[in-house]
Nanobody, 127 residues
Framework: QVQLVESGGGLVQAGGSLRLSCAAS????????IAWYRQAPGKQREFVAAISSGANTDYADSVTGRFTISRDSAKNSINLQLNSLTPEDTAVYYC?????????????????????WGKGTLVTVSS
């Protein structure tokens, strides 16, 4: 099993920044990619960003240029830097891990592609 624990959520004003972290532990050899998803109230969970074991990255169009995903190998964690936040970014952000094919990664992995999930961290952006 792989355990994923998110941290770093909170309340921020529009235009502000937050840094989320996803700490991975357990049988991490089972996964070759970690992705961030988010789910706003009343909406479906949606892809935000992903990073592969080879450090390839992919982003949803809505966050490209504002969010950055990166790996901290020393801490075995994946970070998501959120900049220029808007109220539309308000959601619970989830970290997920999976073993993806190249095509699954290139096509922005969907929820069902991922095998392991954290419990989420809430990001609230006030206007």
């Amino acid at each position: 099993q792989v355990q994923l624990v998110e941290s770093g959520g909170g309340l921020v004003q529009a235009g502000g920044s937050l840094r989320l972290s996803c700490a991975a532990s357990g049988s991490v050899f089972r996964i070759n990619a970690i992705a961030w998803y988010r789910q706003a109230p009343g909406k479906q969970r949606e892809f935000v960003a992903a990073i592969s074991s080879g450090a390839n990255t992919d982003y949803a169009d809505s966050v490209t240029g504002r969010f950055t995903i990166s790996r901290d190998s020393a801490k075995n964690s994946i970070n998501l830097q959120l900049n220029s936040l808007t109220p539309e970014d308000t959601a619970v952000y989830y970290c997920a891990g999976g073993r993806l094919s190249d095509s699954e990664f290139r096509n922005k992995p969907v929820v069902n592609d991922m095998d392991y999930w954290g419990k989420g961290t809430l990001v609230t952006v006030s206007s």
